[in-house]
């Protein structure tokens, strides 16, 4: 039998893994010992009002697939009896810590059949039977619904509904409600309330002190001047025309078909009955989960008051603290990427992804790409660590924390710069070809991904490929697929090797030029003509070729942005035309086996991730999944809490099929289409890509192992 090492009281969740003895994703156990092979062992407990929190069997799970938890947290999950809701809830830290420290009359928003509703918590309430020592007894809410014309301190007679943690879609804390604020609709009667047995209520929950700001009004910027200030990212509040206020992000702004005035595409943070999924008027203006988009004049927005700006009182506010990160235990074992299907709920939302701080939006949108779903890239860590490179240490955990839990805390960014050893990369903003180069070479001590050959037939090593080619070379909105040839063809290079991952640069130097104000992007780079010393076919005829010509490059009659390639004898009929007697055609470098007449393999590698800049701010789209809708937009600074010296930055990642949408049409389509009419997500990278990375998964990277010259 395999030897046991005894723990103390550790609880978890299961958030990774197929069902295994005992455990599927998002059941709670207890750990009460720990093998050798690093698997927790002991009892499951069940959820929901049946369950009453008695443990139910045993198992054993591995602990890089579990989060822990603090008793009270796994209380309140127990009470939750759909497993999925619980991983849903844990997703949203922010939301989770708020529900944890919970006190007596702190408003929140409940559902309800009726939909969403705002009470006062009154009591943290023990669900169960507690029959023995171990029992792990599940805790609920005690809420009393505010109503039509009550104040935040009325009261209502007993018995008080009951509800779990799920139930909890918004909390603003006691000393943040300003005075005067009512609230109307909310009527309580009706509720299917659980059937659970009470062992005793607590009179108060939490010990947060009364402050003097709870007994003044909170004063805020004049309306006008804040919503002069909204934007895309702006985090508002809209009152209903119930009374009830609703919380989101700004998606999308402008002017609808049939509207004259200026409107606000609002992601609510839950879900409310008779919204949409970014659809105004049968038009899609922005992607979100279903009764999740509001539409609203902007006139009726306002500023997010759960995070006051300003203040006219003495007293300062307290300094907004970052959520709490729980500790983070590495293991031996590396994370595999995230698998498709378990991406969204792993990834998708605010607090999510790689937090950013002082300038490191370069970084983080460069770590993302790299290892945020690639398969390719994921070979470097195959191997075991070495102890002696604490920059490969580093790394393998920024890489863990995202692959396991789906957020990575700015601490960690932050130690891996202070590593790099240079002062630019601890305080500045970088180009992110410059750390992708340190990357490859320093950390991962990776040869350089492309050979690339000149004219003069010598060989150079690189880990990015920038564009460089003049405008009237090809058309005002080109593909990657377009720019690529151009560029390679005019200063006359070609690889010695099909890549295992090209990153190619755009034409374009920070967020003060760009050559072009849209880039489509190719999802397959055909690399096959831009090889050396391999065969090709001929552009007309299809045999071997022997010529090609850049001055046909742009020839509107013969495809323009094709490589033009021609056999000996279609070289000269082409050529013949009076409109290129001037071209002069150069020879290729072909094997000297090469048949006449034969098909060429062709070699095409795949898109896999886009670097955007705006405002000198980077961001990501990547892939996450082999589906063509699979696809993630990240911000490392989407939002932030508090100021900059005392606050902190929200990282969010979002799922956006739109661009999977777009991506779907054949090139052709897209170049012809309207890229002001797009959705958001979908005009942010056709106007502001910087990098696109491909990848090659019949050859994937590797390094050397440690110890290796």
């Known amino acids: 039998m395999e030897p046991q090492t005894v723990v103390g009281e550790k609880f978890f969740i299961v958030i990774r893994g197929k069902s295994r003895k005992g ?17 927790l062992t002991g009892p499951l407990y069940g959820g929901g009002p049946a369950g009453a929190g008695a443990p139910k069997s045993g198992g054993a799970v591995r602990r890089e697939d579990t989060y822990p938890l603090t008793r009270h947290q796994a209380q309140l999950l127990l009470f939750v009896a759909n497993s999925s809701k619980r991983l849903e809830l844990l997703c949203n830290p922010q939301l989770f810590s708020a529900i944890c420290e919970l006190s007596r009359d702190d408003l929140v928003l409940v559902r309800h059949k009726k939909g969403h509703v705002p009470g006062l918590v009154k009591n943290l309430m023990q669900v169960g039977r507690k029959d023995s020592q171990a029992d792990l007894l599940m805790l609920g809410f005690e809420v009393e619904f505010v109503e039509d014309g009550q104040n ?42 659980k059937a659970v047995t009470r062992i005793h209520s607590m009179p108060s929950i ?21 919503r002069e200030r909204l934007e895309v990212g702006s985090m508002v509040e809209v009152e209903s025309n119930t009374g009830i206020i609703v919380y989101g992000v700004i998606r999308w702004m402008g002017v609808p078909r049939g509207k004259t005035d200026q409107w606000a595409g609002i992601e609510l943070d839950y879900e409310v009955n008779g919204c949409s999924d970014g659809k105004y008027g049968g038009q899609r203006l922005f992607t979100c989960r279903g009764n999740r988009a509001l539409f609203v004049p902007v006139t009726k927005c306002s500023a997010d008051s759960r995070f006051p700006c300003s203040s006219t009182d003495t007293e300062p506010l307290r300094a907004p603290e970052t959520p709490p990160v729980l500790p983070f235990e590495d293991s031996d074992r590396d994370a595999p990427p995230v698998p498709e299907s378990e991406a969204t ?47 490969t240490c580093t790394l393998r955990t920024i890489i863990n924390r995202l692959r396991r839990h789906g957020f990575v805390p700015a601490e960690c960014v932050m130690n891996f710069r202070r590593q790099l050893g ?8 970088k180009d992110p070809e410059e750390f992708i180069t340190v990357l490859f070479q320093k950390v991962l001590c990776i040869e350089p991904l492309l050979k690339l050959r000149s004219e003069g037939e010598t060989s150079q090593g690189t880990y990015t490929l920038q564009i460089f080619l003049e405008k009237e070379q090809i058309g005002q909105m080109p593909t990657v697929q377009q720019l690529l040839d151009a560029s390679c063809l ?217 110890g290796e010259p």
């Open 206 to 226: 939490g010990s947060r002190a009364r402050k003097a700001a709870e007994s003044r009004v909170i004063q805020h910027p004049r309306l006008d001047e804040v």
């Open 422 to 429: 240079c002062d630019s990369f601890r305080t500045d903003e």
């Open 490 to 706: 005019t200063g006359n290079l070609k690889f010695e090797a099909v890549p295992s991952c090209l990153i190619v640069q755009m034409p374009r130097f920070g967020n003060k030029y760009k050559m072009f104000s849209h880039i489509i992007p190719s999802t397959e780079l055909d690399i096959t003509d831009l090889l050396y010393n391999s065969p090709r076919e001929c552009f007309v005829c299809g045999r071997l070729a022997e010529f090609e010509c850049v001055q046909c490059l742009p020839d509107q009659r013969l495809q323009p942005g094709r490589i033009k390639q021609y056999c000996t004898t279609c070289n000269t009929q082409v050529h013949t035309h009076p409109s290129r007697g001037s071209h002069a055609a150069r020879a290729l470098a072909a094997p000297a086996d090469a048949a006449a007449v034969a098909p060429v393999s062709r070699q095409a590698l795949q898109l896999f991730a886009v670097l955007c800049i705006h405002t000198s701010h980077y961001v990501s789209f990547v892939k996450y999944g082999s589906d063509p809708h699979s696809w993630l937009f990240f911000d490392s600074m989407a939002d932030r809490c508090g100021d900059d010296q005392t606050g902190y930055n929200i990282p969010e990642i979002r799922a956006c099929p739109e661009v999977g949408d777009f991506l779907c049409r054949r090139e052709e389509g897209p170049a012809r289409a309207d890229p002001l009419q797009a959705p958001e997500l979908v005009r942010r990278l056709l106007c502001d890509s910087y990098m696109f990375l491909y990848q090659n998964p019949a050859t994937p990277l590797s390094r050397p192992d440690p």
């Open 152 to 193: 935040l301190s009325s009261k209502k007679p007993a018995p008080l509904p009951v509800f779990s943690a799920a139930d909890i879609v918004q909390v603003v804390p006691s000393h943040n409600v300003p005075l005067g604020v009512h609230w109307r609709d909310g009527k309580s009667e009706g509720l299917n309330r």
């Open 345 to 391: 709920s792993l990834l998708v939302g605010r607090m999510k992804g790689i937090q950013g701080h002082i300038n490191s939006c370069y970084l983080d949108a460069a770590l993302f790409s790299l290892f945020g779903s690639s398969v390719t890239v994921d070979a470097i860590c195959q191997k075991p660590a070495d102890t002696e490179r604490p920059l």
């Open 23 to 39: 455990f599927s994703r998002g059941c709670i156990g207890r750990a009460e010992a720990e093998t050798q092979r690093g698997e």
